[in-house]
């Protein structure tokens, strides 16, 4: 009986999201349209570090690598192959690369498949790391990539990346996108897999002790977050039209890091509010980089000051409360329909 | 003894931690169906000893056989599909999931659900999901903690702590279970009631038991057998009552108490 009232209010939260977007594509600005896209984006690439780092307990910073490769092989792909001819003026891009084409759908499955290969393959040696080893060890992996991106201007066209890339990352594709990766780590973390990588989150030694292949289960895990991860920054790369490898800086894996952290290490729902919460902050604290002047007294723009203050509050959070907004906890219909009932009751009595 | 009725074996199995010989030249020979007893004062080398059994540590020298089949260079899960299954000196349980959700886990290795099954509803997935549930739950009302299935594990008060992680051991569905103090920190009456329980899972689940033990009454009262370990090396091993009387083991371990008893 909940599971089917469950699968009602579900499908209601999808209509009423769709409802929206159509609205917000009718009303809204660019600017703000723009937003709404990075929302769907970020949220895609927070629900991808959290199954890595939130579900499965590695701490992996390799995000912005995983991010690079998604965009630029769909870039690639659907790159018009007279654009390709104008932007590589360093070196033309080598043979295959330079005709084909494919499909916005098919080029940005084929980024996180990319990706997923690319986590597969460093997973092998790299996850044998535990804690912070595997942090650094990722970091350097996604280093390495930027690097070479910047230097493999057969393919990426170097420091000068990758420019006019069709806009075909609207709306629809990435809240698409994004629904189908909440839905998929959402099935996937519930379920008893999603158990097994919660056990060796919690307890490594005990889960080996279950039976539990944990090497396999924690590649499978990383893989499937690269995965989405080169999802997010196919779209991504869409979205802005233009790529280069300085894009790819730990900046943008501490970004995603922020959101995960703020809204719950082990939390999907918590994921969600943090990222439209600090995508949208991220934004709206511009403000703070401009010129300020109050009566006689000038403060000039400090480029940077968003990062301050959302360094600051990310302090904060750990300090005074280390689990995120959400904590290990979900937001489930039948939460909310308690709280909702529950207070009815309070109001009758 | 016939070979058909050892469940566990070792063969000299001796395990050096740089110049600290934890065990000496380790060999037993465990009965199927029989519950076993390992003890020995601390740091005598049984918890290394489980550790060795059960993949955790391969061992220096030395073999370890179960059922015939050499598990000396298998790691804990391949220990543990081979039909092994253990708990911890402290508990290990998972202490941010529910008490159904623990023995689910332990489920995994019998019927594993991967993770391109896990997104459709309905399907292989869904239905390995249902029976994994439903084990899970059998397995609880059998432990009788099935009204707690909700429950956060770490949530549970201590004795039934212990029982949810033997419960999830027997959800790996195995034909061995070592377990590590299992009345460590409980009162005489628990720990009777423990001894009713483990009988009661062996004759269920058709098991050998081996556990190591520092309470003396659940030792000598549910033992069939007994190996005393001291310094890493066996000194006694016989029935509850041999091993009361022998002397190397009143000085080893049972200390003047047990010689005033005597």
């Not at chain 1, 280093?143 to 990346?161: F, M, P, Y």
């Amino acid at each position: 009986m909940y599971e089917s009232r469950t699968k009602r209010l579900n499908v209601a939260a999808v209509a009423l999201l769709g409802f929206f977007l159509w609205w917000a594509q009718g009303n809204l600005d660019g600017y703000k349209i723009q937003i709404l896209n990075l929302v769907a984006i970020n949220i895609i690439l927070a629900l991808s570090l959290n199954l890595i780092y939130g579900f499965t307990g590695l701490f992996s910073l390799g995000h912005a690598g995983f991010m690079a490769i998604g965009a630029y092989v769909s870039s690639l792909l659907i790159l018009p192959a007279a654009q390709k001819e104008m932007i590589f003026l360093l070196e033309p891009l080598v043979w295959p690369l330079s005709v084909l084409q494919a499909p916005f759908f098919v080029a940005v499955l084929a980024g996180g498949v990319a990706a997923a290969l690319f986590g597969l393959l460093i997973s092998l040696p790299v996850l044998r790391l535990g804690g912070d080893y595997l942090g650094i060890a990722t970091l350097g992996f996604a280093e390495i990539v930027r690097v070479v991106a910047n230097n493999l201007s057969g393919i990426t066209n170097g420091a000068l990346g990758l420019k006019g890339i069709p806009n075909h990352a609207n709306i629809w594709w990435n809240y698409g996108w994004c629904l189908f990766t909440l839905y998929f780590i959402a099935r996937l973390v519930n379920s008893n897999f999603g158990n097994v990588l919660k056990a060796i989150r919690d307890d490594e030694t005990a889960a080996r002790a279950m039976g539990i292949d944990v090497l396999r289960c924690k590649v499978v895990s990383f893989s499937i977050g690269a995965f989405f991860a080169g999802v997010g920054g196919a779209l991504m790369a869409s979205l802005l039209t233009t790529i280069d490898p300085k894009m790819f800086l730990f900046l943008l894996t501490f970004n995603v890091l922020m959101i995960v952290v703020a809204g719950g290490l082990g939390s999907l729902s918590g994921t969600v509010i943090a990222g439209v919460v600090i995508t949208v902050l991220l934004e709206w604290l511009r403000f703070v980089e401009n010129p300020v002047t109050i009566g006689s007294f000038h403060i000039p723009g400090i480029p940077g000051m968003r990062m301050v203050i959302f360094s600051m509050a990310l302090l904060f959070i750990i300090l005074f409360r280390r689990e995120g907004i959400m904590g290990m906890r979900e937001i489930t219909w039948n939460g909310i329909i308690g709280v909702c009932r529950r207070k009815g009751e309070k109001d009758r009595d | 003894m016939t070979e058909r009725e050892t469940a566990l074996e070792t063969q000299g199995v001796t395990m050096r931690f740089g110049g600290l010989t934890a065990l000496h030249d380790f060999s037993i020979r465990v009965h199927r169906g029989s519950i076993v007893g390992l003890i020995g004062p601390n740091g005598a080398g049984k918890t290394t000893c489980f550790n060795v059994m059960t993949g955790f540590y391969r061992p220096t020298e030395g073999k370890v056989l179960f059922e015939g089949r050499d598990l000396t260079a298998k790691g804990p899960h391949e220990v543990c599909r081979e039909g092994i299954a253990r708990t911890f000196q402290n508990i290990r349980l998972f202490s941010n999931e529910t008490v159904l959700q623990n023995v689910m886990i332990g489920c995994h290795v019998r019927t594993p659900l991967n993770w391109w099954e896990t997104p459709l509803p309905f399907g292989v997935g869904a239905k390995k999901e249902k029976e994994i549930r439903e084990k899970a739950y059998h397995l609880l009302e059998e432990v009788e903690l099935a009204h707690l299935a909700d429950e956060c594990a770490a949530s549970l008060p201590y004795g039934a702590q212990r029982r949810l992680e033997i419960a999830r051991a027997l959800a790996t569905e195995p034909r061995f279970l070592l377990l590590d103090e299992p009345a460590a920190g409980m009162n005489p009456q628990e720990s009777q009631k423990l001894m009713a329980f483990i009988r009661h899972i062996r004759e269920r689940f058709n098991l050998t038991v081996m556990f190591i033990e520092h309470d003396m009454k659940v030792v000598m009262g549910v033992c069939e057998y007994i190996w005393v370990l001291d310094y890493g090396v066996l000194i006694a091993e016989g029935a509850p009552k041999e091993i009361q009387a022998d002397p190397r083991v009143i000085e080893a371990y049972l200390g003047e108490e047990a010689v005033a008893d005597a």
